[in-house]
């Protein structure tokens, strides 16, 4: 590689991942899981050897995983449409941040195929999941109970059954029905 296309590599952004994944012990291995990416890719880019992304999604995935602003990276480019954070990830986030688990020890007690999906939760690209087996491998991983974090599944199903076309006042009392069934279930 000439030194000419060196020169347009941004080095502190590259810096500020492999500083990262020094001081918290983190092989670029499970970085690279971690953000979808390939290993290669996060060599050649901790290795200057590529620039520093500008797509979005991985910029806010490193970010979520490094527990930074994305617009802490001179790359990022803020979306034209902004991305809502509802009120179940927000309490996730507390949650985490009440037991004092860094993102990287919370991605590392899920299954490695399990962590790109756990990050893009976290920065709000995709909703909690609707599997109730899935949340609460979330919840208790986070030590939420079952209790607390039902509230948060029943409104994402509510939002869903909307979502796809159902009038939720004019079946309230079936939707209610189904909610009081799984509030049952979820109490054994």
């Not at 806010?60 to 990830?89: H, N, W």
Request: charged share 25%.
């Amino acid at each position: 590689m000439s030194t000419k296309s060196k020169a347009i590599v941004n080095l502190k952004s590259s810096e500020k991942v492999a500083n990262f994944l020094e001081s918290n012990h983190l092989h670029k291995k499970d970085f690279a899981e971690m953000i979808g990416v390939t290993l290669s890719y996060v060599y050649n880019l901790i290795d200057n050897a590529i620039p520093f992304s500008t797509r979005g999604i991985t910029l806010e995935r490193i970010a979520a995983v490094m527990d930074v602003l994305p617009e802490e990276f001179v790359e990022y480019k803020i979306p034209q449409e902004p991305i809502l954070i509802d009120e179940s990830i927000e309490f996730l986030r507390e949650k985490q941040k009440e037991k004092g688990i860094s993102t990287v020890q919370l991605l590392k007690s899920f299954p490695r195929k399990k962590r790109v999906e756990i990050v893009d939760i976290l920065r709000g690209a995709i909703p909690i999941p609707l599997d109730w087996k899935e949340l609460c491998l979330i919840a208790q991983v986070l030590d939420i109970s079952q209790e607390e974090i039902y509230p948060y599944w029943e409104e994402r199903a509510r939002q869903l059954f909307q979502t796809a076309g159902m009038n939720l006042q004019t079946n309230n009392g079936l939707v209610n029905a189904m909610f009081d069934c799984a509030r049952t279930y979820i109490d054994k």
